[in-house]
């Protein structure tokens, strides 16, 4: 078990699909990026990679667990726009 793994902070990913793959990357830690096949694979190779990231720069947990996500509506006017 991760020496982290009960103070691990719920992270997020941006997923996208692209020419029959899926590429995933982590919102706090952006240098984190995997790509799959599956969803499912995506999840198992995204936590391998953050725990592994994590492990490399032991310091940068902290810094995520300060970490806001918040979101942001547009309005109307604004996406109209767009």
Do not use: W
Request: positive net charge; glycine residues 2%.
């Amino acid at each position: 078990m991760h020496k982290d793994s009960m103070n691990m902070p719920t992270l997020h990913y941006h997923l996208k699909k692209k020419d029959g793959a899926y590429i995933a990357k982590c919102v706090e830690i952006p240098a984190v990026m995997v790509y799959a096949k599956t969803p499912k694979e995506i999840e198992d190779k995204l936590n391998k990679a953050v725990r592994s990231y994590l492990d490399a720069f032991p310091d940068e947990m902290q810094m995520i667990k300060n970490q806001q996500v918040k979101e942001l509506a547009i309005s109307q006017d604004l996406q109209a726009k767009g």
